[in-house]
Nanobody
């Protein structure tokens, strides 16, 4: 079944940058949209950014201008470049595969912790 493995999380000072990666496997990566969500302690999970198969992006207002989502269909990887981080960005970040034409399910990675202090 679909496998999504995030990496790149860690601790960073406010104003710093991090680059998250998601390695996808066991399905055709170029078949659907991919997204990043996050969940901060005590808060509901929230949308961060989404990218279509052809690279069209949508980004939450809270991170617009600071976060950039990208994908490499040849390498089956999804990336989230995060800059100008603030404490409010502290959360567990999840890689998500949206439903596709052939599979109505969405899939979530295990998450990677980002802590900004």
């Amino acid at each position: 079944h679909v496998q999504l493995v995030e990496s790149g999380g860690g601790s960073v000072q406010a104003g710093g940058s991090l680059r998250l990666s998601c390695q996808a496997s066991r399905y055709r990566f170029s078949s659907g949209c991919m997204a990043w969500f996050r969940q901060a302690p005590g808060k509901e999970r929230e949308f961060v950014a989404r990218i279509s198969v052809v690279g069209t992006t949508d980004t939450a207002d809270s991170v617009k201008g600071r976060f950039t989502i990208s994908r490499d269909n040849a390498q089956n990887t999804l990336t989230l470049q995060m800059t100008s981080l603030t404490a409010e960005d502290t959360a567990v970040y999840y890689c998500v595969r949206d439903p596709t034409d052939s599979d109505p399910a969405n899939y979530w990675g295990q998450g990677t912790q980002v802590t900004v202090s």
